[in-house]
């Protein structure tokens, strides 16, 4: 009964990570809207990159996929939550294409048709293994990497913060909920020991703790705080 009662918790406290998960990347998700309003009302992407959406329409569909019941258990609220991110990135992946210039029309074209080739090589390649943990593992690892590679580019902020000793590049309010996301996916990993779901948000969630950090240090020196999500390519 004891047993009974703390797996219950437990399940509980699993679920309610996963759900706050999903919660605080529904944020993520819809902070660049304010970018594309400018873009629909300018009719042009201007100097904006669409390369990050590719890069996260890439990211969510691994991610997607590692959740699925083909190649994961019990981790549907990983699939929920990638879900919805592909479908968001695809859509501002569209509206970029609808009102950038030819050149770049063209480029994102490419990119995305790239996207959904490699996943298709994804999905079919790993299909083809038959034992279902080395299935999950090489899934599970892709999955990981793309996570781990994306949390990483704040890094290039954290450096421009660091040197202009400035926040008005990292809006407080994208930081926060990155923390909070990674923070919510990191418990909900350890409840499911699953290392391809911890170790990612691991990372972000010190990543996510080091930006705030920054954030409050630099604060009184910014002159302003951008509500813009960092989508223009400063390489």
Not at 74 to 96: C, E, H, K, M, P
């Amino acid at each position: 009964m004891v047993l009974s009662s703390q797996y219950s918790a437990f399940l509980i406290a699993k679920c309610a990570a996963g759900i706050a998960g999903n919660i605080f990347a529904f944020g993520l998700f819809v902070s660049p809207m304010p970018t594309f309003k400018r873009i629909i009302r300018n009719d042009s992407t201007e100097e904006f990159s669409g390369l990050p959406y590719i890069y996260a329409l890439l990211n969510c569909m691994i991610s997607m996929w590692y959740g699925s019941p083909l190649i994961s258990t019990d981790n549907i609220l990983i699939l929920t939550v990638n879900s919805a991110g592909a479908v968001f990135q695809f859509v501002y992946i569209t509206l970029f294409i609808i009102y950038a210039e030819k050149p770049k029309k063209v480029r994102m074209l490419g990119l995305l048709v790239a996207v959904f080739g490699l996943f298709a090589i994804i999905v079919v390649g790993s299909l083809q293994i038959s034992d279902h943990f080395l299935r999950q593992t090489i899934v599970g690892l892709l999955s990981c990497f793309s996570l781990i590679s994306m949390f990483a580019s704040p890094l290039f902020i954290i450096n421009l913060v660091i040197r202009t000793k400035s926040v008005e590049y990292m809006p407080f309010y994208l930081s926060l909920s990155t923390f909070l996301m990674s923070t919510c996916f990191l418990l909900y990993g350890i409840f499911n020991y699953d290392p391809y779901v911890y170790v990612p948000n691991g990372i972000g969630t010190i990543l996510g703790i080091v930006q705030l950090a920054l954030y409050f240090h630099y604060h009184r020196s910014s002159k302003e705080d951008s509500r813009e999500p960092l989508i223009v390519s400063y390489a």
